[in-house]
């Protein structure tokens, strides 16, 4: 089963420049095979190692963090779950057109302290589902004052965001052998 990275903040607006060579080689020091990246954003499809697989997040956000210099959050989800989540998101059943959607992965399993509220622009909608949060953004992922810095606090954990052609394109890639 294949398993995919997402790294947030990494190749935005010139800033924080990971190469991708230079992070599929990170990943294969780690012990990781089969390692490929999709896109320049930070999008890893990987075999995880068979030995110490647990703390594999730790030990890859450090490992990125001693090659580039700077931290880098990650979220781990492997290749079933990437399928569910492209099959049950609640947007596609009202008919929304893909390139409005986008979905935000929750690192940990969210601590909710109160009911979910959102700063919604026009037609905007948010529907959260165990660690995934779908957004209908009807004028973009620029133009919405849903961050990932809010969902980081509203969830209390780390959240990055990917559009629905890049979740898709993933799936397809952890599928692969």
């Not at 940990?108 to 959102?118: M, N, Q, V």
Request: proline residues 7%.
């Amino acid at each position: 089963m294949k398993t995919i990275a997402l790294l947030r903040g990494i190749n935005v607006g010139g800033n924080r420049k990971v190469p991708m060579a230079d992070l599929r080689e990170v990943f294969e020091s780690a012990g990781c095979t089969q390692v490929a990246t999709y896109i320049q954003s930070g999008n890893v499809i990987f075999a995880p190692p068979t030995k110490r697989a647990k703390n594999l997040h730790e030990r890859l956000e450090a490992a990125i963090a001693e090659r580039f210099g700077f931290p880098v959050p990650l979220v781990l989800r492997d290749g079933n779950e990437l399928s569910a989540i492209a099959t049950r998101n609640p947007f596609l059943k009202r008919g929304s057109e893909a390139d409005r959607l986008h979905v935000g992965f929750l690192r940990d399993p969210p601590r909710l302290s109160g009911p979910l509220t959102f700063p919604l622009g026009p037609g905007e909608a948010v529907e959260h589902i165990g660690q995934d949060i779908f957004l209908h953004l009807p004028a973009g992922v620029a133009k919405t004052k849903l961050t990932n810095t809010l969902f980081d606090r509203t969830f209390q954990t780390i959240c990055t965001v990917r559009n629905w052609r890049t979740v898709l394109a993933l799936r397809d890639m952890a599928a692969e052998t």
